[in-house]
C-alpha cells in the first residue's frame, strides 16, 4: 500500500463515520485500518463474507464497507448478492469493492454495482486514491 501526504480535506467529524473493512487478508485489513484511524473514522473489521454481512446488517449507523471479492466462506461477489435481496440495508451503507483484478467481479454483480452505485478500486490500494472514493462515499452518505 503507497502512503502519500494526505491533502484531502475528509469530513471533520469521522468519527462518526464506521468503516467496515472485510477482507481475508489480515495485513491488508491492518494497514487500511491504522490509515483509516489515523483520520479519524471507527473501523470494523471482518475476515470474511460471512462474518462482513453479520456486521453490515448488525450496523445500526451508516457505513462504508470496504469489500473484498475473493475470500473463503463467502465471496464478495456473494455478499453483493446477499445485500441486494434486502434493498433497504444495501441502500443504508455505501460500498467500495476492492479487489487484486476487476474480473473477479461477476457480470451479474456488476449490474448491481451499476444500480446500487456500489464503487471498486484494484489492488494494491493507494492511499490517496482510497481516500478521495471515501470522500465520495461520505458525500453519498451524508
Given at each position: 500500500?503507497?502512503?502519500?501526504?494526505?491533502?484531502?480535506?475528509?469530513?471533520?467529524?469521522?468519527?462518526?463515520?464506521?468503516?467496515?473493512?472485510?477482507?481475508?487478508?489480515?495485513?491488508?485489513?491492518?494497514?487500511?485500518?491504522?490509515?483509516?484511524?489515523?483520520?479519524?473514522?471507527?473501523v470494523i473489521e471482518a475476515e470474511d463474507g460471512v462474518a462482513g454481512l453479520a456486521a453490515i446488517m448488525k450496523?445500526?449507523?451508516?457505513?462504508?464497507?470496504l469489500l473484498d471479492i475473493l475470500m473463503p466462506r463467502m465471496t464478495g461477489n456473494t455478499v453483493i448478492r446477499?445485500?441486494?435481496?434486502?434493498?433497504?440495508?444495501?441502500?443504508?451503507?455505501?460500498?467500495?469493492?476492492?479487489?487484486?483484478?476487476?474480473?473477479?467481479?461477476?457480470?451479474?454483480?456488476?449490474?448491481?454495482?451499476?444500480?446500487?452505485?456500489?464503487?471498486?478500486?484494484?489492488?494494491?490500494?493507494?492511499?490517496?486514491?482510497?481516500?478521495?472514493?471515501?470522500?465520495?462515499?461520505?458525500?453519498?452518505?451524508?
Amino acid at each position: 500500500m503507497n502512503r502519500k501526504t494526505n491533502t484531502l480535506e475528509l469530513r471533520k467529524n469521522n468519527t462518526s463515520c464506521q468503516i467496515i473493512i472485510i477482507d481475508d487478508e489480515e495485513n491488508i485489513r491492518s494497514a487500511v485500518k491504522l490509515i483509516l484511524e489515523d483520520e479519524g473514522f471507527h473501523v470494523i473489521e471482518a475476515e470474511d463474507g460471512v462474518a462482513g454481512l453479520a456486521a453490515i446488517m448488525k450496523s445500526e449507523t451508516p457505513s462504508i464497507v470496504l469489500l473484498d471479492i475473493l475470500m473463503p466462506r463467502m465471496t464478495g461477489n456473494t455478499v453483493i448478492r446477499e445485500l441486494a435481496n434486502n434493498p433497504k440495508i444495501l441502500q443504508k451503507h455505501a460500498y467500495i469493492v476492492i479487489t487484486a483484478t476487476l474480473r473477479r467481479i461477476e457480470p451479474d454483480v456488476v449490474k448491481l454495482m451499476k444500480q446500487f452505485n456500489i464503487h471498486a478500486m484494484q489492488k494494491p490500494l493507494e492511499v490517496i486514491k482510497l481516500l478521495s472514493m471515501i470522500q465520495i462515499c461520505l458525500e453519498q452518505l451524508y
